[in-house]
């Protein structure tokens, strides 16, 4: 069965700073990666996913991931953080099973911007 | 168009009671999926249906979950004689199935649920 693991619970950067979140994965089989965003009392939205083909992937609001295989790792990352993206940030791992798309989540990681 | 749908956004139950929650997919959205979220945690998958036929229900915790789709566009999740450890936030999320399941997932805002 597949997991991911975000190490990092909580992150703090200032404004205007690069970002970096981790996520490592488990999965005996090629992965299919996402990265969502969660604000508060919102569901879920997509920031970006990996199928295939170019190992970085861009995704919206700046954002961009990219998956390397040697290390299980599909790394979330912006070059300069606006305050409107503290929110809470999940990676997830998708699995085909039976001819849909099963998905497990990390336990996120909440992303706090300071001025 | 309209994304999903879910109602109620809040919902507080006495431990014991029965509550349903309610899901609107996007329309013609074949798949249709239900999350728990506990607090502090990532989403946990439940329950899968494709049209009104749940295929996967390996995720719901006991026999007190039931989730159903009996047109194939809204479902319903209900839970029997709620307990405290029920509380969390309950996600829906719905899908086009394209071939080889490759497909985004759109959630809802979902639903908080508290049992006192």
């Known amino acids: 069965a597949q997991s991911v693991t975000q190490p990092d619970i909580h992150i703090t950067v200032s404004e205007g700073a690069s970002l970096e979140l981790r996520c490592n994965y488990s999965y005996g089989a090629t992965p299919y990666l996402f990265w969502y965003v969660q604000s508060p009392g919102q569901g879920l939205q997509l920031l970006l996913k990996y199928f295939s083909g170019d190992t970085l992937v861009q995704g919206i609001k700046g954002f961009e991931a990219e998956f390397k295989r040697s290390q299980s790792s599909f790394n979330l990352r912006k070059p300069s953080v606006h305050w409107s993206d503290a929110a809470e940030y999940f990676c997830?791992?998708?699995?085909?099973?039976?001819?849909?798309?099963?998905?497990?989540f990390g336990t996120g990681t909440k992303l706090q911007v300071i001025p | 168009g309209a994304g999903v749908s879910q109602s109620p956004r809040y919902k507080v139950a006495k431990r014991g009671q029965d509550v349903a929650l309610r899901c609107d997919p996007i329309s013609g959205h074949v798949s249709l999926f239900w999350y728990q979220q506990a607090l502090g945690q990532g989403p946990e998958f439940l329950t899968y249906f494709q049209n009104e036929a749940q295929l996967d229900k390996s995720g719901l915790p006991s026999d007190r979950f039931f989730a159903e789709r009996p047109e194939g566009s809204v479902s319903t999740l209900k839970i029997q004689r709620t307990q405290q450890e029920d509380s969390a936030v309950y996600l829906c999320a719905s899908s086009l199935l394209l071939a080889g399941g490759l497909n985004e997932q759109f959630f809802g805002p979902g639903t908080r649920l508290t049992v006192l």
């Open positions: 997830a791992v998708g699995a085909r099973s039976g001819g849909y798309q099963k998905v497990t």
